[in-house]
T-cell receptor, first 113, second 115 residues
Framework: QQQVKQSPQSLIVQKGGISIINCAYENTAFDYFPWYQQFPGKGPALLIAIRPDVSEKKEGRFTISFNKSAKQFSLHIMDSQPGDSATYFCAARTLGEAYKYIFGTGTRLKVLA | NAGVMQNPRHLVRRRGQEARLRCSPMKGHSHVYWYRQLPEEGLKFMVYLQKENIIDESGMPKERFSAEFPKEGPSILRIQQVVRGDSAAYFC?????????????FGEGSWLTVV
């Protein structure tokens, strides 16, 4: 119940295309859902985050879509660029243990020039 | 650089040796978290510390692993008698408070290789 399932494991997208990464969870106590971007040899960096009272959040080319009833959320990267090539992790946490992030297993994105 | 500072970035240890990983939180942050990332996996929570206090160590292996965050100086993750399975990237993160409104910020990690 504490898992966050992420798919696909890897993704190849043409430059200018849309990259879509999906995550699903079971624990209805999760109240915060961030996405992290990680480049090789670097630490994860917060990209965008959403709370379950909002169905969509957009920041630049990055959008989170959140479906509370289905317990799913997804990251959409519009106009994907080669510089977006990285590993993306979804995560979730509960209000009661706000420090304990549960991470998905990651999606390795490659954007072809 | 005002980010979370970790050192060493890379560490090689022989089986049975000790590994010490250090983390200095961002300026103004008093809460530190350690996560471990095994190859091709997501990050797994290990421990949450405040100055001189371990708040939650539920993710720490019961044997050989310990963590501290002293009043002065960096947080230290110590792994005694390392084994090959300890090879991983260890990430420290920090936040100004442990509440739900705050995001945690990660350092660049310490890559431990046990040979």
């Amino acid at each position: 119940q504490q898992q966050v399932k992420q798919s696909p494991q890897s993704l190849i997208v043409q430059k200018g295309g849309i990259s879509i990464i999906n995550c699903a969870y079971e624990n209805t106590a999760f109240d915060y859902f961030p996405w992290y971007q990680q480049f090789p040899g670097k630490g994860p960096a917060l990209l965008i985050a959403i709370r379950p009272d909002v169905s969509e959040k957009k920041e630049g080319r990055f959008t989170i879509s959140f479906n509370k009833s289905a317990k799913q959320f997804s990251l959409h990267i519009m106009d994907s660029q080669p510089g977006d090539s990285a590993t993306y992790f979804c995560a979730a946490r509960t209000l009661g243990e706000a420090y304990k992030y549960i991470f998905g297993t990651g999606t390795r994105l490659k954007v072809l020039a | 650089n005002a980010g979370v500072m970790q050192n060493p970035r890379h560490l090689v240890r022989r089986r049975g040796q000790e590994a010490r990983l250090r983390c200095s939180p961002m300026k103004g942050h008093s809460h530190v978290y350690w996560y471990r990332q095994l190859p091709e996996e997501g990050l797994k929570f290990m421990v949450y510390l405040q100055k001189e206090n371990i708040i939650d160590e539920s993710g720490m292996p019961k044997e050989r692993f310990s963590a501290e965050f002293p009043k002065e100086g960096p947080s230290i993750l110590r792994i005694q008698q390392v084994v090959r399975g300890d090879s991983a990237a260890y990430f420290c993160a920090s936040s100004p408070a442990g509440g739900s409104m705050n995001t945690i910020y990660f350092g660049e990690g310490s890559w431990l290789t046990v040979v």
